[in-house]
């Protein structure tokens, strides 16, 4: 699918993964709208990235604000992809070493922003792209999601970040399944450790550690590695209903 003239939106799209892929989106020609709650980064980058670029200031979980930042993209041009990029993390054991039980609190908080969010934005996105003329092979579409490394080897401390990831990796086949009628794609990016202003906090000792715990390359990943993909995923056509790993075949340990 050539984006070229149609109509994006971004969750998490001020910083990081969303921003880098919402740069290589207006570099092909597509028209972005960044979804995300710092209304200060999301104004400067659309304010950065130029015409066909606007924001909206939303909570992923929240239905009314995720519609009206959809609306806004509808109005640039046909909506074409949804890129799920939104996502917060704790570091919490199920029970603590003094036999604290993990809060609850806690854990719907990682769920209600990272999952719920996630499926807000897939299902509202996904019936605004059913309102597309078909393209080629009748696709109308394509939805991203972000999960994790995570979900597959979640360490210490990830219970909640983890379940909420692995929960986007078992939505992934059938939404594709259940919107395969309508010509629209889903598939998820599974990252492994990025470098985000999140990681741009630890010292530059523990960077290094991470880094060189990656088998190949021996980096970090970037928020690049992340647009790259996810522009591979909207030309592509054919990939469907799969999760793909972007880690430089990282395993995690237990911590």
């Not at 199920?94 to 499926?119: A, E, Q």
Request: proline share 5%; glycine share 14%.
């Amino acid at each position: 699918m050539d984006i070229r003239g149609f109509s994006a939106v971004i969750s998490g799209g001020a910083s990081g993964l969303g921003a880098a892929t919402a740069r290589r989106i207006v570099e092909a020609g597509g028209l972005v709208t960044i979804l995300d709650r710092d209304g200060e980064k999301a104004k400067a980058l659309a304010a950065e990235l130029g015409g066909g670029t606007d924001y909206v200031v939303a909570d992923v979980s929240d239905e009314s604000e995720v519609q009206a930042a959809i609306d806004v993209a509808l109005g640039h041009g046909p909506l074409r992809a949804v890129i799920n990029c939104a996502g917060i993390g704790i570091a919490e054991r199920t029970i603590g070493r003094d036999g604290t039980p993990h809060s609850l609190s806690g854990f719907d908080r990682i769920i209600k922003v990272n999952l719920i969010g996630t499926f807000n934005l897939l299902r509202l996105g996904a019936s605004a792209i059913n309102k597309s003329e078909p393209l080629e092979f009748g696709e109308r579409g394509v939805i991203i999601n972000t999960a994790s490394i995570a979900a597959y080897d979640g360490q210490i401390g990830q219970l909640a970040y983890s379940a909420s990831k692995g929960a986007i990796v078992g939505m992934t086949l059938p939404a594709a399944r259940d919107l395969s009628a309508a010509g629209i794609r889903v598939v998820t990016i599974a990252p492994g450790i990025m470098d985000t202003p999140l990681l741009g906090q630890l010292p530059d000792q523990i960077r290094e550690m991470l880094a060189s715990g990656v088998p190949f390359p021996h980096r970090l990943g970037v928020p690049e590695d992340f647009a790259s993909m996810a522009m591979e995923i909207i030309r592509n056509g054919y990939i469907n209903g799969e999760v793909i790993r972007l880690d430089g075949a990282l395993r995690m340990p237990p911590k």
